[in-house]
């Protein structure tokens, strides 16, 4: 696979992206580790310039194939993909969870982990199910970290993913007291039961508040950042594009939802979100792209957008 996506392995149905290697069965972290082609290891190496040793900088180098993925300084700590996801493995074993998708993108560089809560939530009758992310970096440029994403049953939309505040977050910096924090991190059932609950209240805040069709372009601009003053056919025309593709999608593709959620700001925002998972181009175009633009790129700054406006829009 080309692009983003290095390497993928998936278990069950078909990852909303349309990518990966399918496995039978459940997987475990090992079995999805080995499935997914990532059970390499990285090390630092030293940085010379000019035949000179430079001290305060080391280079991140895939031991299998000698890839350098970064140089980064002195006190930075690598964690390896076995380590980094062995503290889920409580979780797992105690039959709450399950490995859904694993992979690598950006040639190793980042790394993920896609499990499966075995639980759903309700709005208004549109099932939601829940999952955790935990996914690292090899290059520095992302902690080891946690973070939500549930899942619209009826489409496999992916909602916004980082509703918790940053006290309900995990993150583990790449430092020497970076494993210390790993092993320490085994609350992540109640971590995930506080989130979804308030994932749940704020979602049926949405789903109760109408919102008129003159004010859709407020949520528009809001989401893809003009100003809300700027009418949409005036607005520099590759964004214009995709607000009007979004419009679309409010105003017509209605199927999915019941009748009651129908004009709601839920349905609206959800429109922003299917947008993003399944119209908007990435990098290049390509579909391997969309996974890392969806969870880590524009995707997900439009989400993001799109909801801290629905939620203060509902709230008034």
């Known amino acids: 696979m080309p692009a983003d996506i290095e390497k993928m392995a998936y278990a069950g149905d078909v990852p909303w992206h349309g990518l990966g290697k399918k496995v039978e069965g459940l997987m475990t972290a090992e079995e999805a580790i080995k499935a997914a ?20 900088y080391k280079a991140i180098v895939r031991q299998s194939d000698h890839s350098v993925f970064a140089i980064v300084g002195n006190r930075y700590q690598p964690i390896q993909n076995k380590d980094a996801f062995r503290f889920f493995d409580t979780v797992i074993g105690g039959g709450y969870a399950y490995y859904e998708t694993c992979g690598s993108l950006n040639g190793g560089r980042r790394i993920w982990m896609l499990a499966n809560l075995k639980d759903s939530l309700s709005v208004k009758g549109d099932e939601v199910k829940k999952y955790v992310v935990l996914s690292n970096s090899h290059d520095g440029s992302l902690a080891l970290q946690m973070f939500w994403t549930p899942i619209r049953v009826v489409c496999s939309n992916t909602l916004q993913a980082a509703l918790n505040s940053a006290a309900e977050k995990f993150y583990a910096r790449h430092t020497f007291r970076a494993l210390e924090k790993i092993d320490k991190a085994k609350e992540i059932l109640g971590i995930a039961n506080r989130f979804y609950g308030d994932f749940k209240e704020k979602m049926e805040m949405l789903a109760i508040k109408q919102l008129p069709a003159a004010d859709v372009p407020l949520l528009l601009a809001a989401a893809f950042g003009t100003h809300d003053a700027i009418p949409i056919e005036d607005v520099y025309n590759p964004v214009k594009i995709q607000m009007q593709k979004v419009e679309e999608l409010i105003t017509v593709d ?63």
């Open 254 to 316: 209605r199927n999915e939802f019941a009748p009651e959620l129908h004009g709601t700001v839920y349905e609206a925002y959800n429109a922003v979100v299917k947008f993003t998972d399944y119209y908007r181009q990435y990098r290049g175009g390509k579909p391997d792209n969309r996974l890392n633009g969806v969870w880590f790129g524009g995707g997900n700054v439009i989400k993001n957008r799109a909801l801290n406006w629905s939620l203060n829009y509902a709230g008034k």
């Open 37 to 56: 082609e990532m059970d390499w290891e990285v090390g630092l190496e030293p940085v010379t310039v000019r035949g000179l040793i430079q001290s305060d």
